[in-house]
């Protein structure tokens, strides 16, 4: 039976040309609601039209605290582990849209904030389509890696460290709103038994195009 060296080897190998590894983060999340803090709400246009694809973050100084998008019915909903102090931004960006933002004090356990977003007044004569940066389906989070990634970014630890609400322990543990991770796949492959830092030190991010969080609710 291959070792986690001879697999990670492997993959390296299989996808220097293809480039297009998937990552997925299992999380079995414990309920916890009484340290949790949630944002939601609805986004429309003048027309009262729900807006989807909409990037909606919560952003304390330059720290993302919380990212997701809205769906179809313009709704979004944020989570965090607890309240911050102070002031947080609460920002709305859409390629079709003006910017918006909110400021906020998470006083309460669950805030509701409500948007309406105006068209911009710019006509494009050419326009470049990238990937979203990240999409919500359920309980999946799905992000394209390349859009978070920053100059010096080498390994997938790296790229990983800067996507919203995840963190990367010194000895390589991963969590996601400060909760383990419970399985890590790599193209379907479980790799959490066998020290799945080793694969993450070692597999460039560049050769990663989508990371995903999957958040399985239990109470």
């Known amino acids: 039976m291959k070792n986690l060296r001879s697999i990670s080897g492997d993959l390296f190998q299989r996808d220097r040309m293809m480039r297009s590894i998937l990552v997925v983060l299992f999380l079995l999340l414990v309920a916890s609601a009484s340290a949790q803090v949630k944002v939601m709400g609805r986004v429309i246009d003048l027309q009262n039209k729900p807006v989807s694809d909409v990037i909606v973050k919560l952003v304390n100084g330059s720290k993302t605290l919380a990212f ?14 607890s309240a911050t102090s102070g002031e947080v931004s609460l920002q709305f960006n859409h390629i079709s849209y003006e910017k918006e933002s909110e400021r906020l004090t998470l006083k309460e356990r669950t805030t509701k904030v409500d948007m309406v977003l105006t068209p911009k007044a ?4 050419e326009v470049t389509v990238k990937p979203d940066p990240l999409r919500q389906k359920g309980d999946t989070l799905s992000h394209n890696l390349a859009s978070f990634l920053g100059k010096g970014d080498v390994t997938l630890e790296d790229g990983l460290k800067r996507l919203p609400g995840v963190d990367v322990s010194q000895n390589g543990g991963i969590s996601y709103m400060g909760k383990p991770i419970s399985q890590f796949n790599i193209e379907g492959m ?30």
């Open 190 to 219: 479980d790799l959490l038994g066998g020290k799945y830092n080793l694969a993450t030190r070692n597999i460039p991010a560049d050769y990663v195009t989508q990371v995903e969080i999957v958040r399985n609710h239990h109470s």
């Open 68 to 81: 997701t998008s809205s769906n179809a019915k313009g709704e979004y909903a944020l989570e965090l582990k």
């Open 122 to 125: 710019v006509s494009l004569k």
